[in-house]
């Protein structure tokens, strides 16, 4: 009979849906508290079946044949429980057995599998496991170095105290991108690299990033896995990279440079102080109208400032001015001449 199919009893009733052997069914249920009341059901009864396997009902000792007895619940459920028992016991020797047989395997070394997440994580313990595969990372590396380093000495993934490493990863044709934490205010800008003064390349910096990060042809990434530096993850996954990756260039667009040889300077008296207000204005996302009537000119003059900022750093939109103007670190020289605000 088809699962799901409904059958017909002799009686004309209309049965439930078939199930397992070990289903104690709702129908099933009250004839057994009807045979217990009554004492008896008769063999051919709608669901007697369903009893069966449970050893709920039995034939009449006194030999009067069409009728079942209903087996006693004290009786009937310790020794239902005792055949379960009895099975947990077989499954679980089934299970040491095969403990026994397998351990000679799992104590073998494992074969990576290339499709599986381990093989594409290691956690390397101890500062000389991961210098070591930092280093042979970075002698392997050709093309692109993206870094993000710590305000604090720790965690550091880059070995600092071999700079001449960068050096031949930049003479190899690498181009490195640094992201690094902002110098304090009363401090100047650095007139080096992050990563060492033979190392040519860009720094940008941000006033908040994440403790530390190396990425290197996007193929491998390096991500510190505790504060002290003594823990790190080596990361192989494509899709990982991919994100950490996407990631430092959405950071990337977002940083100012680091120091003043990453952006050659402007010409001398290329930007009025006037024209500098204007552009500081223009950082803050105020439209032309809102710097006139802040500065008190007019829209055209506005516009007249704003073209010549534009022609100075070469811009060609509205939208990469304002990111020229964050790059060039025209404003953060000597303070312009600054408007009182709107009232």
């Avoid at 439930?16 to 217990?36: K, M, N, S, T, W």
């Avoid at 996407?246 to 940083?255: G, H, K, N, P």
């Avoid at 050659?264 to 032309?288: F, H, K, M």
């Avoid at 304002?322 to 025209?330: D, Q, V, Y």
Wanted: proline content about 11%; some cysteine.
């Amino acid at each position: 009979m088809p699962d799901g199919a409904m059958r017909e009893t002799d009686t004309g009733r209309t049965a439930h849906p078939p199930h397992g052997h070990d289903v104690l069914c709702e129908q099933a249920r009250d004839l057994y508290a009807r045979a217990l009341r009554d004492g008896r059901v008769a063999a051919d009864a709608p669901h007697a079946d369903c009893l069966r396997p449970f050893g709920l009902l039995r034939a009449d000792p006194a030999g009067e044949r069409g009728w079942l007895l209903p087996a006693a619940p004290a009786v009937a459920l310790p020794r239902l429980l005792a055949d379960i028992e009895r099975r947990v016991a077989r499954h679980r020797a089934l299970a040491a057995r095969l403990a026994t047989a397998f351990e000679p395997f799992i104590r073998a070394e494992p074969v990576p599998d290339p499709d599986s997440a381990a093989a594409h994580l290691t956690v390397l313990k101890g500062v000389p496991r991961i210098r070591t595969a930092v280093r042979q990372a970075l002698a392997d590396a050709r093309e692109e170095l993206l870094t993000i380093q710590p305000s604090r000495p720790r965690p550091r993934l880059l070995p600092h105290d071999e700079p001449w490493r960068i050096a031949e990863f930049v003479a190899r044709g690498g181009q490195p991108r640094t992201l690094a934490r902002a110098p304090l205010a009363c401090a100047p800008p650095p007139l080096t690299h992050p990563l060492g003064p033979a190392v040519d390349g860009e720094a940008r910096t941000l006033d908040e990033l994440p403790p530390c990060l190396i990425v290197l042809d996007r193929r491998v990434a390096f991500l510190p896995a505790d504060e002290h530096g003594e823990i790190a993850f080596e990361v192989r996954s494509p899709a990982l990279i991919s994100y950490v990756a996407s990631a430092f260039d959405i950071l990337w667009r977002l940083a100012r440079p680091l120091y003043r040889e990453d952006t050659p300077p402007l010409p001398d008296q290329a930007v009025s102080p006037v024209q500098l207000e204007i552009a500081r204005l223009l950082t803050e996302g105020l439209t032309d109208t809102d710097i006139a009537g802040r500065t008190g000119m007019n829209v055209r003059t506005v516009r007249v400032h704003i073209a010549k900022v534009a022609q100075a750093l070469g811009s060609t939109s509205r939208t990469q001015l304002g990111f020229l103007i964050s790059r060039s670190g025209m404003l953060e020289g000597p303070s312009p001449r600054r408007f009182p605000p709107a009232r």
